[in-house]
């Protein structure tokens, strides 16, 4: 199982920038920097005044931790993160797409409001007008045109369509919760869990699909997972949340 930590709190997050992979697969989305995750503002003031150089500042006693970064291509199990464990990011801006008529997928889309509220990111959402890959087609390609940071999508249902466009579009981020790509690539990141690991119709999944582990916490923990390692531009890995 991995690890928590704390991410680098003297090295704030302020946007992306497309890169290129050092093996020279093309362009992929990473990070500047991290973003700054404090629990409160004195410990903020308190972590901030050991960051001028010198020696090292103490580490903080208080706040949450996160899971270790994930590895790109591969699976890492982590413990689900606290609820409240993702800083606020005012600015940033996230496109959900779903399929409505799927079970779980509007528990993932009401914790991904809340969640959005909660951090002070702007979220739209985009339902498929009908249940089937060209509505979803539709959705994604209304939310792809809203230029977002971080296109979310939501469950086994999204699967085909999200992992034909993203492997595209290598300079776009994807989030994807409860289902994961069949073949990853460095801008697809997904978060997932027992009874929630479909790889849509290429692959087969990770055991039974079950839409009742799709709970709000399951939700909000996998999207405070999935979220952090996309904002430190630890993309392309498969995070499993264990049970709670």
Do not use: K
Not at 115 to 138: C, I, K, N, S, Y
Not at 143 to 149: F, Q, R, Y
Not at 158 to 165: A, I, R, T, W
Not at 202 to 210: E, I, R, V
């Amino acid at each position: 199982m991995r690890a928590y930590r704390r991410r680098d709190p003297c090295r704030p997050f302020t946007g992306w920038t497309p890169s290129r992979h050092p093996g020279g697969a093309g362009p992929v989305f990473t990070a500047r920097m991290r973003f700054l995750r404090a629990a409160t503002p004195l410990l903020l003031l308190a972590v901030l005044s050991g960051c001028g150089g010198g020696a090292d500042p103490a580490p903080p006693t208080a706040g949450p931790a996160l899971p270790a970064d994930p590895v790109p291509g591969a699976t890492s199990l982590a413990s689900p993160p606290d609820a409240d464990a993702l800083a606020s990011l005012p600015g940033a801006t996230l496109a959900i797409v779903l399929r409505a008529d799927e079970a779980g997928a509007v528990t993932m889309r009401d914790a991904a409001v809340a969640l959005a509220a909660d951090t002070g990111v702007d979220a739209d959402v985009f339902a498929a007008p009908t249940p089937d890959a060209d509505g979803v087609a539709e959705a994604l390609a209304e939310a792809l045109a809203a230029d977002p940071d971080v296109v979310v999508g939501l469950g086994a249902g999204v699967v085909d369509v999200v992992s034909l466009e993203s492997a595209q579009i290598l300079d776009r981020s994807f989030l994807l919760v409860g289902a994961q790509v069949a073949e990853p690539t460095e801008n697809v990141t997904a978060v997932v869990w027992d009874g929630a690991t479909s790889r849509g119709s290429a692959a087969s999944a990770d055991g039974a699909l079950d839409p009742a582990t799709v709970t709000d916490s399951r939700a909000r923990a996998a999207l405070v997972a999935g979220l952090d390692a996309v904002w430190a531009g630890d993309t392309g890995g498969v995070i499993l949340l264990s049970a709670e």
